[in-house]
Structure formats: structure tokens, C-alpha cells
């Protein structure tokens, strides 16, 4: 019985573990796409400006 506690509360911690883990890389991963379209418009804008010159 001990075993299948054991067993059973760290399945639990695992999953626990992995949601958390999920969690911050999509935050991250969000975080960079952001970012990365900051600076594909940002360059387009420099490119339209300096076009217009």
C-alpha cells in the first residue's frame, strides 16, 4: 500500500512538474513571437521611409 502511495503521489508531482513547465515555455514562446513581429514592422517601416527618400 505504501508503494502505491508512493507511485501515485509522484505521477501526481510529475504531471504537476510538466503543466508547469508547459505553462512557462508558452508564456515564452509568446513572449519572443512579440517581439519578433516588433521587428518585422519595425524594419518594414525603416524600409518604406528610406524608399521614400
Do not use: H, P
Request: proline share 0%; hydrophobic share 35%; glycine share 8%.
Amino acid at each position: 500500500m505504501r508503494y502505491l502511495l508512493l507511485v501515485v503521489f509522484s505521477i501526481m508531482c510529475l504531471t504537476s512538474a510538466c503543466s508547469w513547465v508547459g505553462k512557462n515555455t508558452g508564456k515564452a514562446v509568446a513572449k519572443v513571437e512579440r517581439k519578433v513581429d516588433s521587428l518585422e514592422q519595425g524594419y518594414k517601416d525603416g524600409y518604406q521611409q528610406e524608399q521614400k527618400k
